[in-house]
């Protein structure tokens, strides 16, 4: 089975330019995540989505930042415009629809490095 | 709110040895989760345990161990003959019961030392 699959690995840009990284979750997972790790740091949520609805984007930077989940599958995360502090590893992870209470394990995708310059 | 604390940023170990990664957490839920995930150099996450606030049965699964204790919000992760492949960042998490939201902790960096 595919795991997460996330696009491009690494990124370099100048600040100010605009970004987009690219997720594919696990088939049949309906909730997906997007998580910023800054370096030494764990990973902080950005944005939730169950299926097409974004449940949770309370931590997303809505200035810049924004995202999609068309057909709640493949989604989207793009920053337009970049700045030096949005550099770090932005992880999509999935996880299977809830049962009952409480959270499931997360699957992650190895992560998209951006580097703003 | 939720919180989760790994006071060990970074710990060295000889292979063969056991270490023990610690993680204490806050939560006002009486039904929350934990977790533990492993990041190697190539950074995708690994999910290694889940464990639910009503269980506070420790789990063994080969080398691996978790001590679960309510009383001092602990979570702690021991690997037993540790080995050069155990190197990585392990992260402690936490859930709150009814919300899908992770919590994570900056995540203990581990080098196992042959």
């Known amino acids: 089975e595919a795991g997460v699959v996330q696009s491009p690995r690494y990124k370099i840009i100048e600040k100010k330019q605009p970004v987009a990284f690219w997720c594919n979750p696990i088939?049949?997972?309906?909730?997906l995540y997007w998580y910023r790790q800054n370096l030494g740091q764990g990973p902080e949520l950005l944005i939730r989505y169950e299926n097409e609805e974004a449940v949770d984007d309370s931590q997303l930077p809505k200035d810049r930042f924004s995202a999609e989940r068309l057909k709640g599958v493949d989604s989207t995360l793009k920053i337009q415009p970049a700045e030096l502090g949005d550099s770090a590893v932005y992880l999509c992870a999935s996880s299977f629809p809830r049962q009952g209470a409480g959270g499931g394990e997360l699957f992650f995708g190895e992560g998209s490095r951006l580097t703003v310059l | 709110a939720q919180k989760v604390t790994q006071a060990q940023t970074e710990i060295s170990v000889v292979e063969k040895e056991d270490v023990t990664l610690d993680c204490v957490y806050e939560?006002?839920?009486?039904?929350?989760?934990l977790f533990w995930y492993k990041q190697p150099p190539s950074g995708e996450l690994v999910f290694l345990i889940r464990r639910n606030s009503f269980d506070e049965q420790n789990e063994i699964s080969g080398r691996y161990s978790w001590n679960f204790q309510k009383s001092t919000s602990s979570f702690n992760f021991t690997i037993t003959a540790s080995q050069v492949v155990d190197s990585a960042v392990y992260f402690c998490?936490?859930?709150?019961?009814?919300?899908?939201?992770?919590?994570f902790g900056i995540g203990t960096k581990l080098q196992v030392i042959p």
């Open positions: 939560t006002r839920d009486t039904t929350y989760y």
């Open positions: 998490a936490l859930t709150e019961g009814g919300y899908q939201k992770v919590t």
């Open positions: 088939s049949g997972h309906n909730t």
